[in-house]
């Protein structure tokens, strides 16, 4: 399975898991809902259990995903600051849609 970030989103990510919150824990992507040929995604803390991979990006962060969804493989995290400071998840290989 393959994961890409840009450079902001792995310097965010690294900066969480500096935090209490991620002791001893790794960075998740997962499914929120589905619609059709995309989905929506989400990013918090989480222990990899048997279902997962743990995926190495090419920015030197590991990220779990569970193997048994296919909306999964080939996510992109990528973290704006403007207009707001947020983190985009879409996934090119699939369909998507953008927010207006």
């Given at each position: ?76 995290i990528q ?22």
């Amino acid at each position: 399975m393959k994961v890409k970030m840009n450079r902001n989103a792995a310097k965010v990510l690294a900066k969480m898991l500096e935090s209490e919150a991620a002791k001893g824990k790794m960075i998740r992507v997962y499914v929120t809902e589905k619609h059709g040929d995309h989905a929506h995604y989400a990013i918090d803390f989480d222990t990899p259990n048997e279902h997962d991979e743990i995926v190495k990006t090419d920015k030197g962060i590991e990220v779990i995903l569970d193997k048994r969804d296919p909306f999964l493989d080939g996510v992109w995290i990528q973290y704006f600051y403007v207009p707001q400071e947020e983190f985009v998840v879409t996934n090119p290989s699939m369909g998507h849609h953008h927010h207006h």
